[in-house]
């Protein structure tokens, strides 16, 4: 983020990113791997897909925090068990799950859309009568 202040502590900022760019593409193709891979450490046909969206969700409610990512992904996590509980118990189908993370997500938007541009309701025409 500040370049100047990264060579005036003396490291290079381009070293820097690069080095965080493959740990982080190494560490995701290692998790990728061990969820094809299976919990029993066998290849099976059916590769879980979705996992990007609730990541972008995790991200987007943590506010790109350490702290705020890990109770995100908790929060996610009990989505997505309630979404099963719900459907194997109660019938419900599961695209419910996805419905409530993306109710969410919309809602946590609408509010930072309020908050950052101060939408305010406006009355008719104020001080005439």
Not at 45 to 56: K, N
Request: with cysteine; proline share 5%; aromatic share 10%.
């Amino acid at each position: 983020m500040a370049p100047a202040a990264a060579r005036y502590a003396g490291f290079s900022s381009r070293t820097a990113l690069w080095t965080a760019l493959l740990l982080s593409g190494a560490t995701a193709g290692l998790a990728g791997a061990l969820e094809v891979a299976g919990p029993v450490g066998q290849l099976t046909p059916y590769i879980p897909v979705g996992y990007g969206f609730a990541a972008i969700i995790v991200a987007f409610v943590g506010r790109l925090h350490p702290l705020g990512m890990v109770l995100a992904a908790i929060l996610m996590s009990m989505f997505y068990i309630g979404g099963e509980l719900a459907q194997s118990r109660l019938g419900l189908p599961k695209s419910l799950t996805d419905v409530f993370q993306g109710l969410l997500l919309f809602s946590l938007m609408a509010c930072d859309t309020l908050v950052n541009y101060r939408l305010r309701r406006v009355g008719r025409l104020q001080g005439v009568r």
